[in-house]
């Protein structure tokens, strides 16, 4: 939440796996706060399943997504809380 508010991103993609307990719902509150927050405009947060134990289909999914999002890659920025090491290691690879 502090970096969103700081960096005033036009758009939060938040990367969950699909564990509902560690991942997936702690995400979906994120999106809740961030959506009532007005830290991010409207309809500018958006969730995003990846893999938690394959490392490469972590990186084919920030491929497909700065891809198909047409995001350019030298204004994203990953922050790496949360997530377990082979996520956060295969993001600060890609």
Do not use: I
Not at 10 to 16: A, E, I
Not at 30 to 49: A, I, N, Q, W
């Amino acid at each position: 939440v502090l970096t969103v508010a700081h960096l005033k991103p036009d758009r939060v993609y938040l990367l969950h796996s699909d564990d509902p307990a560690e991942s997936r719902g702690p995400a979906q509150r994120l999106k809740r706060l961030l959506d009532g927050s007005g830290l991010v405009p409207k309809g500018g947060t958006r969730m995003e399943l990846v893999s938690d134990s394959d490392f490469d289909a972590v990186e084919r999914r920030l491929d497909e997504l700065q891809r198909d999002e047409q995001l350019p890659l030298a204004d994203c920025v990953v922050n790496f809380t949360g997530g377990n090491k082979l996520m956060a290691t295969a993001a600060f690879r890609w």
